[in-house]
Every structure is written in structure tokens, then in C-alpha cells.
T-cell receptor
């Protein structure tokens, strides 16, 4: 079974530029999550989708971050404009059914560096 | 509020030593779930174990074992006879059972384990 796919793996941009990350969850997984992991810290949830609906986006900085999951499968996370403090690894995860307690499986992440 | 504390930032051991990674959690939920993940240098978080709050049985899987104690709000992870391939950052995480915390994983800051040959 294929795991969670993410692209690109690495991205370097200048501040104020925009960037987009893509995630394809494990086949059949209804729930998709985006996490931000700053160096030396644990991942922090940005947004959670159940199929193509948003369940939790309370920690998403909505003035610059946006995410969508249009057909309930793959998802895109966008940052516009980027700030220096957005440098982090962006992890996508998916789980089979409905939380709570559903095991989340993570992709390899996208490492973003903002100069 | 949900909180996970991993007080050990870094641990170094020599191969074949046993090592225990500590995890202390805080939650007001009566139903909750605890997880351990491994993050090798490649960056991907690898799922190791899931435990719900009603199951306090300790678990062993090969060289890995977990000790869940609700009385002390701890969920510690022991690696027996450590190997170089165990070198990674290990995260403990908590998921609540109701309301706005549904689904969200709260992670500790992680423990960097280095196993020397």
C-alpha cells in the first residue's frame, strides 16, 4: 500500500513570495491533516479535512495560509506572502476514518526555507 | 488544555544498552489516545504505537515496550538492546476525545536518541 505522498520535498523562496505544497493521502483515507514542524519542536496542526470539508482550521494563519481539498482526495496548502518565520517542515498526514484516536500516517514532508 | 511533556531533549547510549524515553501528558478528557512516533533523519514520522485511555496494559513489540500509567499521567517508551538504527527523534503525542480537540495530535518537543556503535 502506497503511503502519503508530498511534493516538493524541498523549497527555497524569498520572503513575500508565494509557495504551494501538494499532498496525496493514502487511498481510501477520509481525513487529511496539515502540520507545521519548526526546527526543534513537535509538529503543530494547521488544518484538518474530513473528506472535502474543513473540520479544524483554528491554528491556520488565515491572512497568509490557505488550503483546499476539492475532491476529497489530494490537497494543496498555500502560503502567500511568505515570512521568514514560515521556514519549517510541512507535514501531511491522513487517517482512515473519523477521529478521535484514529492513527495518523505521515508523509515525508516539505522542507521550506524562506530567505 | 492538552499538553505533552518530553523532558529529555537528547539521550546518548552505546549500542546494546537499554534506554527509556519519558512522556508525561495533561488532559481533562476522560477518553483520550496516546501515540509514539519515530522521526529518522529522512524526516518522515513513523507510527509506532497507539494506546487508548481505557487500556493500561503494557505492550511489548520486539525490542520496544511501552508503560502506560494513568496514575502518573505517563506513557514511557523503552528500547531494549538499542541499535544504531534506533537513532532518531522520538515524539509522544496525545489526541483528545471530544469537541474542538477531535483528531488533533498534540506533540511533545521530542527526544533525540543517538545510539553509538
Amino acid at each position: 500500500e502506497a503511503g502519503v505522498a508530498q511534493s516538493p520535498r524541498y523549497k527555497i523562496i524569498e520572503k513575500r513570495q508565494s509557495v504551494a505544497f501538494w499532498c496525496n493521502p493514502i487511498s481510501g483515507h477520509a481525513t487529511l491533516y496539515w502540520y507545521q514542524q519548526i526546527l526543534g519542536q513537535g509538529p503543530k496542526l494547521l488544518i484538518q479535512f474530513q473528506n472535502n470539508g474543513v473540520v479544524d482550521d483554528s491554528q491556520l494563519p488565515k491572512d497568509r495560509f490557505s488550503a483546499e481539498r476539492l475532491k476529497g482526495v489530494d490537497s494543496t496548502l498555500k502560503i502567500q506572502p511568505a515570512k521568514l518565520e514560515d521556514s519549517a517542515v510541512y507535514l501531511c498526514a491522513s487517517s482512515l476514518g473519523s477521529p478521535p484516536g484514529d492513527t495518523q500516517y505521515f508523509g515525508p514532508g516539505t522542507r521550506l526555507t524562506v530567505l | 488544555a492538552q499538553k505533552v511533556t518530553q523532558a529529555q531533549t537528547e539521550i546518548s547510549v552505546v549500542e546494546k544498552e537499554d534506554v527509556t524515553l519519558d512522556c508525561v501528558y495533561e488532559t481533562r478528557d476522560t477518553t483520550y489516545y496516546l501515540f509514539w512516533y519515530k522521526q529518522p533523519p529522512s524526516g518522515e514520522l513513523v507510527f509506532l504505537i497507539r494506546r487508548n485511555s481505557f487500556d493500561e496494559q503494557n505492550e511489548i513489540s520486539g525490542r520496544y515496550s511501552w508503560n502506560f500509567q494513568k496514575s502518573t499521567s505517563s506513557f514511557n517508551f523503552t528500547i531494549t538492546a538499542s541499535q544504531v538504527v534506533d537513532s532518531a527523534v522520538y515524539f509522544c503525542a496525545l489526541s483528545g476525545g471530544r469537541g474542538s480537540t477531535l483528531g488533533r495530535l498534540y506533540f511533545g518537543r521530542g527526544t533525540q536518541l543517538t545510539v553509538w556503535p
